[in-house]
């Protein structure tokens, strides 16, 4: 059970795909200058959670696929990803494991030992849900677009080809204290986009059922 689980998002599939080959050299990368402020990072709490919306956008298909959930970040543990609709599944992204369950059942699960790369995609979803310009800027040039009074963008384009095979563009929306949406351009005009809704007055803190899902 090592293959890349079929309900992750587009984003956690293609950078554990391009990582295979890249993270040594992308993690000697230097880090972003440090006059270039965080989107969210700098404020945002040790957990955050909240609700998804996902569209994928395949060139071959007139409608997008539509999938909803809610995700859990934390900062020390790393991304759990629950998909409500369609269909239940549940993707736990670790530094030492990626599992992924559906209908209550282990379907996928590959650790560290059988991916190295996995400890560097943990980071970068981490960082992309942080909005971490300086976690981000080891395998993304980044840019930021000029923001309005309510919003802020970060436009991140991969650094290797190898990456480029499988990201085009990353475009991260939020404001000073979280990322609202995450948009993933990749090759042949395929795209997603990732609506987020971070829960209010979120008391910070990992549920039971939460921890035991991230210590699987």
Sequence with gaps: MNRVPRCMTYFAAVVLLALCTTVTAA???????????????????HVLRGQFVQHKHLAELDQPLV?????????????????EKPVKSTLVITPKALTESSQGQQTAHISAEQQPALGAVA??????????????????????????AKNAALVLTPKTDAVKQFITRLKLTGDEHTVHRIRIDQPGGDYSVIDLQPAPNDTQALTPAERRAFSH
Excluded: C, H
């Design 67 to 83: 999938s909803r959930g809610r995700y859990v970040v934390d900062r020390d543990r790393g991304l759990l990803w629950q998909v």
């Design 123 to 148: 980071s970068i979803l981490l960082a992309v849900f942080q909005g971490n310009t300086d976690q981000l800027s080891q395998y993304f040039d980044i840019q930021r677009p000029k923001a309005d």
């Design 27 to 45: 993690s000697a990368a230097s880090s972003a200058p440090s006059d270039m402020p965080a989107l969210g990072s700098e404020t945002a709490g």
